[in-house]
């Protein structure tokens, strides 16, 4: 019997096989799935913002690109996941208003999914898949026994990346 562990907004979580894993709610947040495909450790991080540095008030080092990256990977190494043999899939990251484009503001998803992927690539960890942009929210449940991180849009069929 398996687990399903939730990851709320600007949170994160670790889980290892058979448990799965989900966060709901990525607009222009993106979900950064982490994992050792031989331990089955595995963390889900639910990021919002690109860069803790522009921020005032960044003490939630989870709701950001910079810095959750960061907590997410010592919390799966704490877990027992070998840096070695991680690799991320990661999803989100939508122009949810068109309006915004315009403003000082600009593509917030967009900016997301860039400093996740600078990220991931200073650390050195591979994105093996990718499910980013568009003008939709999802919801993603991450699988660490299949490693497959289940996409599902509303209105829509559930897809895997």
């Known amino acids: 019997m398996s687990n399903m562990i939730k990851v709320g907004i600007a949170d994160m979580k670790i889980c290892q096989a058979p448990d799965k894993i989900t966060t709901i709610g990525l607009g222009s947040c993106v979900g950064v799935a982490m994992y050792d495909g031989v331990t089955g450790i595995c963390g889900l991080l639910h990021i919002m913002l ?18 959750g990256i960061d907590a997410l990977l010592e919390s799966v190494l704490a877990a027992g996941a070998k840096e070695s043999l991680l690799k991320t899939k990661i ?5 949810m208003f068109n309006y915004l484009l315009k403003s000082s503001v600009g593509n917030i998803g967009e900016n997301n999914v860039t400093a996740v992927k600078n990220k991931l690539a200073e650390l050195k ?6 499910d980013v942009g568009k003008n939709f929210g999802r919801t993603v449940i991450f699988d660490p026994e299949t490693y ?7 209105g829509s069929e559930r897809y895997v990346i």
Not at 50 to 63: H, Q, W, Y
Not at 148 to 154: N, P, Q, R, W
């Open 50 to 67: 690109p860069d803790s540095t522009k921020i005032a008030n960044n003490s939630n080092k989870l709701k950001f690109a910079d810095t």
């Open 91 to 95: 999803a989100g990251g939508a122009q």
């Open 125 to 130: 960890i591979p994105i093996l898949a990718e």
């Open 148 to 154: 497959e991180l289940a996409i599902v849009k509303a």
